[in-house]
């Protein structure tokens, strides 16, 4: 299907223009190598999948025939069939087979080791009719310049003007009561740009520190009090930097953290990559429930990874609502890009300017970064090789996207890669670090060099490995788990829902297949069904990232950040997502969402049974923490009870407790409080801990016809309560929880599409017994 040639063809109706009108063919995103016809008359050629193209059709229009177009796809492989450069020789991607580096099209379309081999051909974005008359609105730039008990904004307009005219602007601002709160007519022969003042601003915050407050921002263009134009676009008053002094307390270190309207934030986090291969069916409501789900989760930044697309316009508007930031990459993942073609060149200068004034006014938008891993993997290479050559790419990294942002954008921070900085590239001492010792066994790099070798083994990829990471900004790491078994049952056939099967293998696209059993062995033994397999991946995916995301927040503000990788997946396949393809949130996510909580308690392992507890006020304001720390075994019994009171600062982690507690597999070490949700730690793995063999009490009360809800009830310590259901839509208020000895909890389960009832709710809890080979 790939290498065919897709013609697509349509009738409109658009009469000629008046002479002081033009008619216009827009076409947002058209993948990617496409001709354009109207009427016979070849009007367009493209060559980017990341540029709106916009076509003056007016001169070919028919008055009294429908009008007719039609766009030629040309398969990419027949266009850089001839194309050549020297690839990298340890990219697992066949870039030399697929020359995706020569076009500018989503680069995972070719496969990744989370997603499918489908690159796609089309319109991916919608296609309109545009008639206008004597000018047109052609950009509207919104900036906060200050902050304070008066704010400080700017409006810039760029008018495209084809016929000799007075022209004016009114601007409007009002709040989200529909109240006038600025306002200005522009003389456009005078300016284009204005300051506007706004008293008492309601800012723009993330979760956990405020209300994400927008404001709608109304653009009138006029022509002698004619309107020509208007646009509207939800704004909000907020000013974001990028923080990377030297760090005081930890010497020959540097910051890297975001500071929104003057707060030094942590960055909790994830990694987005397209929510479908197929990314021109996305829809609003699609964004919508995963990125409402993101900020229930406590997350407050989201990075659209390098290798995907600049997302639909819905992704951003949903991240202004939600108060997420954004770090958003070029896109540019993984490969050398060609800097000797003219014809690429300036098609990248095109799409890097068009792309910064298309989002450069969200108030989500954190951070601008050039390139995934392109840097790192050269600089790895030159270790290899003993050299010093440049990343093939340097020229946009480097030169045109800079160079762009000082001129469109300058307010907002540039960072050339991910990772990027430091002594060298993934340096543990300055910028971000990807942390892929956990999972693929790259050897750390503390300071200038990688520290030991590649290490597959079960000591060599662990999670507690996440302790030894002392890094400024975790902007990936991340643990793989399938997804649900359901899931995996609406995309297989039956017989394939076993392991070893060509189609269960077909599912996991890193490598080798079986990388995971390493993390397994220790924590969970080896599954020796598929059904196990589901439950161990998804128990250490869980595990594993809550002990990273706790280690990474006790180190504030040494370390300001930690994305996951990754938060979605594109296919239903086995990957290192937090919920998977159909949109069922695996364990993780709920272990994920208590771990990035605002105000997050957490054990700290240390030498000789020694044990601290920390809390982490991620907040505006001081938290006064009334806590209770009991040692108890898993049948119930309490061993010690400690009580205390302690004042933990704004932004800030402190360790308020610490102590001795006796090591044995079957005691838990229990941390509850009225101002956070509680935790535990465990002294042994979960598969030599001897959980009690009674099972939780069960009651499920019908609520109303699409609403349960459900009371367990303990009688002794039960590990990782689980709720399923086997449709898609069902949501669960909490999930994957501990009860200990006499705890009741009530879950609330919802589904908007069909209709509960209590025979669609299956219970497990606990750790089935696997195997050691």
């Not at 009561?177 to 022969?189: E, H, T």
């Not at 990874?305 to 990459?329: K, N, S, T």
């Not at 942390?435 to 503390?446: A, D, I, R, S, Y």
Request: proline content about 6%; charged content about 20%; aromatic content about 10%.
């Amino acid at each position: 299907m790939k290498e065919r040639e897709w013609w697509w063809r349509t009738t409109f109706d658009a009469s000629p223009p008046r002479s002081d009108e033009r008619v216009l063919i827009v076409f947002e995103g058209l993948d990617t190598f496409a001709t354009i016809w109207v009427n016979g008359v070849q009007m367009g050629v493209t060559s980017n999948m990341f540029l709106e193209h916009r076509i003056d059709v007016g001169a070919v229009l028919r008055a009294d025939l429908e009008n007719q177009v039609i766009v030629r796809f040309t398969p990419p492989a027949r266009v850089v069939a001839d194309k050549r450069m020297e690839t990298w020789p340890i990219i697992a991607d066949p870039i030399s087979e697929s020359k995706r580096n020569f076009i500018r099209k989503a680069q995972f379309g070719w496969g990744w080791d989370w997603g499918p081999r489908l690159p796609t051909v089309g319109i991916w974005r919608p296609v309109r009719i545009e008639r206008q008359r004597t000018a047109s609105l052609k950009d509207v730039r919104f900036e906060t310049l200050e902050i304070g008990a008066v704010a400080r904004v700017a409006v810039t307009v760029t008018v495209d003007a084809f016929r000799p005219a007075p022209l004016d602007v009114a601007i409007e601002l009002t709040d989200d009561a529909g109240l006038l709160v600025a306002c200005a007519i522009v003389d456009l022969a005078r300016a284009n740009r204005v300051e506007l003042f706004i008293e008492r601003p309601r800012l723009w915050w993330t979760s956990g520190l405020g209300k994400a407050t927008l404001y709608t921002l109304t653009v009138t263009l006029r022509s002698g009090g004619e309107q020509l134009a208007r646009v509207t676009h939800q704004v909000g008053i907020r000013v974001i930097s990028l923080d990377t002094s030297a760090d005081p307390q930890e010497p020959g270190c540097n910051f890297f953290r975001f500071v929104l309207n003057g707060v030094p934030i942590f960055a909790r986090g994830a990694n987005w990559v397209p929510a479908s291969s197929f990314v021109g069916a996305l829809a609003p409501s699609d964004y919508a429930d995963l990125l409402e789900r993101a900020a229930t989760a406590n997350m407050n930044m989201i990075r659209v990874w390098g290798g995907g697309i600049y997302e639909h316009e819905a992704f951003y508007e949903e991240c202004d609502r939600r108060g997420l930031l954004v770090w958003q990459d070029f896109m540019f993942a993984c490969a050398p890009y060609p800097e000797h073609e003219p014809e690429f060149v300036e098609s990248v200068r095109e799409e890097v300017a068009y792309q910064i004034r298309r989002l450069r006014s969200h108030a989500c938008l954190a951070l601008w970064c050039g390139n995934n891993e392109g840097d790192a993997v050269q600089g790895f290479i030159n270790r290899l090789a003993g050299k010093q050559d440049p990343f093939p790419g340097d020229l946009y990294i480097h030169t045109i996207i800079p160079q762009t942002l000082a001129q469109l954008d300058p307010a907002t921070a540039y960072w050339p890669g991910s990772p990027y900085g430091g002594l060298s590239h993934n340096s543990m001492r300055a910028g971000d670090v990807h942390n892929w010792t956990v999972w693929h066994g790259l050897p750390p790099t503390p300071d200038d060099v990688p520290v030991g070798t590649f290490d597959h083994s079960p000591e060599g990829v662990a999670y507690t490995r996440y302790a030894e990471d002392m890094s400024r900004f975790v902007s990936e790491f991340g643990i793989q788990a399938a997804p649900d078994l359901a899931t995996l049952a609406r995309w297989m056939r039956p017989e394939a829902m076993q392991l070893g099967s060509d189609g269960f293998l077909n599912r996991i696209k890193d490598r080798p297949r079986d990388k995971v059993n390493a993390m397994l062995l220790p924590v969970t033994g080896l599954p020796v069904t598929l059904r196990q397999y589901v439950e161990f991946t998804q128990i250490v995916q869980a595990e594993g990232l809550k002990f990273g995301i706790e280690h990474y927040r006790r180190r504030t503000p040494h370390c300001s950040g930690a994305l996951l990788w990754q938060y979605n997946d594109c296919w239903p396949g086995i990957s290192w997502s937090i919920i998977d393809h159909d949109r069922v949130a695996k364990p993780a996510w709920y272990a994920v969402r208590r771990a990035y909580a605002p105000i997050m308690a957490s054990f700290k392992a240390l030498a000789d049974d020694e044990v601290e507890l920390w809390v982490t006020n991620d907040t505006l304001a001081p938290v006064i923490v009334t806590a209770r720390i009991e040692l108890v075994t898993l049948a119930g019994a309490a061993l010690s009870i400690t009580e205390l009171q302690v004042s933990v600062p704004a932004t800030a982690s402190l360790s308020i407790w610490q102590g001795h507690s006796a090591a044995a597999a079957d005691r838990v070490l229990l941390v509850r409080s009225p101002q956070f949700e509680g935790n535990r730690h465990f002294f042994a793995v979960l598969k030599d801990m001897p959980f009690g063999p009674d099972a939780p009490a069960m009651d499920i009360e019908q609520v109303d016809a699409h609403t349960l809800r459900v009371t367990l009830t303990a009688t002794n310590y039960i590990y990782g309560a689980r709720l399923l259901t086997s449709h898609a839509a069902t949501r669960f208020s909490d999930n994957f929880f501990d009860l200990f000895s006499g705890e009741s909890r009530s879950i609330s389960i919802s589904n908007q599409v069909l209709a509960l009832v209590p025979g669609d709710v299956t219970l497990l809890y606990g750790i089935s017994e696997g195997t050691d080979q």
